[in-house]
C-alpha cells in the first residue's frame, strides 16, 4: 500500500463479525507475525516450478535449486550490514539462531543480557545447557534509561570473570517498541572485550541497520517478522567461534567424510545446515530482504512514525488506558504497544476487538514474561503478577483507519466495556 513493491497477500481482507456482517481485517499483530510480499509469494511460485534437491543432484533443476539457495546468503548479508567475511547461516527463525549461537560459544564465556529480553534471546545460554563449559550467565535487570542500560553493561563486563563474554540484545522490544542503544552498547562490550549480539526480530522489518556500522557481532532474525512465510531464519556474523565449534545438528550436508571409527565435518555454512534444507524459505527470505533493502526506508519509516503516534498517542488519551515503557513516552520507538485497561481483561478485550470491530491484536505476556510483570507492576496495575496485557503493532499492511478503529473500539470498550458477553473456556473467551 505504501510503494510498489510493497504490496501484501490478503492486504483488504474481509473477516467474519460476531455482531453480524464483516469487516476488512484490520491486522495490528505485524510483532507476531506480517503478513508476505506479493512479491514474496510470486517468487516462491516460481521457485516450486523448478522444485529439485538441493547441494545432491546433478539435474538442471538441482543446480537451479542449489545456486537459488546459496544466493539468498548475500542479499540477507547485504541488508543487514554484514562484513564481507561474516559467516550467514539459515536456521528457522531467531530462537533457533540464538540456541545456534549458543552452542557455539567457546568454554568460560560469560554472557550478559537484561532480563527485559524476549526469551528467545534471554534463556538459550543457561549454563545447565553447555555442561562442562564453564558458562556464566550474569541476568541485568530492566533499565529506566538507554544512558542506565549502558552503565548496568559496562558495570557487569567490567566485574566479569576472565573469559570470552557475549553481550545480548534487543534492537527494539517487542513489548514496549523501544529501540535499544545498540551502537552504545555494542562499543562498551568491544571496550570491554565482549562480543555483542543483537536481537533483530523487531528492529529488521522496521528500521535500516548496519552491524557494521553498529559495531555488532552477530545478528538473529526471523522471514515471518519480516514479510516471507514462516520457517526460515538466519544468524550472520563472526565466522571464528561458528566454524570452531562441533555441528548445530548432526546429520547429512554437515559431514564431508564417514568412516567407521572417524566422522569428519564441512565447514561453514554446511557445517551447521545439516538435513535438506528450506529453500523457498530461504529464497523468500532473501527476496524480502531485497526488496525491503531497496525500498525508499526514509519515506516507510516516517509513515510509520505518524502510525505509531496516532497509535500512541490515542491509546494514552483514553481514560483507563496505560501505554507501557520503561524509557518512558518520549523514547524513539517503532509501531509497537502495550497497553492495559483498567478493570477489563486482556484476553477479553482482544477477543472482543476481533469479534466486534475485526481487528487483530495480540493478548498475554508475549514470550516476555519478566518484562511485562515488570512494566505491569511499575503502572501499578492491578494482577500485575499475572502478567498479561494487550499489543498492537503496525507494518506495511496497515492504515490510519485500521490504527482510528482500534483507538475507537479501545475507547468504548474501556468506557463501556464488550458489546457481547464473553464466558471464559479452557483460559480463552469464547462470546
Ligand atoms: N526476539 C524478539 C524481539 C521477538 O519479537 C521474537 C518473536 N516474537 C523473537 C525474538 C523470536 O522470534 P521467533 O519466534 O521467530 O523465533
Known sequence: PHAPGLDLVGAHARVPLATGGTAEYANLDHGASAPALRVVRDTVDELLERYASVHRGAGWHSKV??????GS????????????????????HTTDSFNLLAHCLPARTTVVVFETEHHAALLPWSAERAPGRDRRVVRLPAPDSPAHAVALVDQALRRRAPGPALLVITGASNVTGEVWPVAELARVARSRGARTALDAAQLAPHRPFSITDLGVDYVALSGHKLYAPYGTGALIGRADWLAAAPPYLIGGGATASVRDDATDYKPLPDRHEAGSPNVPGTVALATACHVLATA???ALAQAETALTETLRRGLAGIPGVTVHSLFGDRADSIGVATFTIAGQKPAVVAAAL???HGIGVRDGAF????LVRKLLGAAGCADAENGQALRASVGLGTTTEHVQRLVQAVESIAERGPRLRYVVRDGRPVP
Request: charged share 35%; net charge negative; hydrophobic share 30%.
Open 73 to 92: 546468503r548475500e542479499p540477507i548479508r547485504s541488508f543487514v550490514g554484514g562484513r564481507a567475511d561474516d559467516a550467514v547461516i539459515f536456521t528457522r
Open 296 to 298: 525508499d526506508r526514509e
Open 65 to 70: 535449486c542449489t545456486s537459488l539457495y546459496e
Open 354 to 356: 476481533s469479534a466486534e
Open 367 to 370: 514470550c516476555a514474561h519478566p
